[in-house]
């Protein structure tokens, strides 16, 4: 059988950001990243507008949500990263840099969160003075599911960081055949690595081995 696609809500508001719109890990949000640096959550069933978070000191450049759905930080002013309620907008974690934040994530159990810059790449724990610091530029990073590694990409190689406790244990530098990577994402059973490069291909790797698996072209021209 069939289906045909149906918008079941819609609504309308000016976005000129990039990545500024996700679901809840639950599914029963989506939030919006608006033009004036509110990010608003609506019902995904119907589109019902529901809480605004607003208050932001400076503008926003993009967010995520941790595992639990109630945690989300974003990227404010470029260089500095806030952590905050989902419910109630309150900020529990602050954190400046010298250099652009360019890509970040929460750890597994939301309890700290990577951050990495064209430097290094940093995890902060949230009830913790302690931080860990690599000393690893950063064009895009993720964490694994299972929170036992980070991925990330420096735009020239794909590096495997081995993290236990919130500590970088070990980093592996993966052969990627010479790809400059720009983004990657590290699949949910933590068993592959999918990439786009600056080619605009797309690479899958093997976290594993480090490997090349397979790679094909884009039909673009390019890859923002």
């Known amino acids: 059988a069939s289906s045909t ?11 000129s950001n990039s990545g500024t719109v ?5 599914g029963s949000s989506i939030a919006v990243l608006r033009d004036d640096n509110v990010i608003q959550l609506f019902s995904a069933s119907d589109g019902t507008p529901q809480i ?12 995520i949500y941790a595992a639990d759905g109630r ?8 260089t500095n990263i806030a952590v905050f309620d989902s419910a109630t ?24 969160i990577a951050i990495g810059t064209r430097q290094n790449i940093e995890i902060a724990l949230f009830d913790s003075p302690q931080k860990q610091t690599s000393q690893t530029g950063v064009t895009s990073l993720d964490w694994s599911a299972d929170g036992t590694m980070i991925v990330i990409s420096n735009g020239r190689s ?6 236990a406790d919130n500590v970088i244990e070990n980093t592996n530098t993966l052969d990627t055949s010479g790809a400059a990577i720009v983004d990657i994402y590290v699949s949910p059973d933590g068993t592959s690595i999918a990439g786009i490069t600056v080619d605009a291909e797309l690479v ?3 976290a594993e081995s480090g ?13 923002d």
């Open 71 to 78: 945690s989300m930080a974003a990227v404010v002013d470029n």
């Open 204 to 206: 899958m790797i093997s």
């Open 22 to 26: 996700k679901f809840s890990p639950d």
């Open 52 to 63: 605004e978070l607003a208050g932001f000191d400076g503008d926003l450049s993009g967010f």
């Open 89 to 112: 907008a309150s900020i529990s974690f602050e954190d400046e840099y010298s250099n652009p934040i360019i890509g970040y994530d929460f750890s597994a159990d939301g309890d700290a």
């Open 211 to 223: 490997s090349v698996v397979w790679q094909t072209a884009l039909e673009v021209e390019d890859v």
């Open 5 to 15: 696609g149906v918008i079941e809500a819609a609504v309308q508001f000016d976005v």
């Open 158 to 163: 794909v590096s495997v960081l081995d993290i």
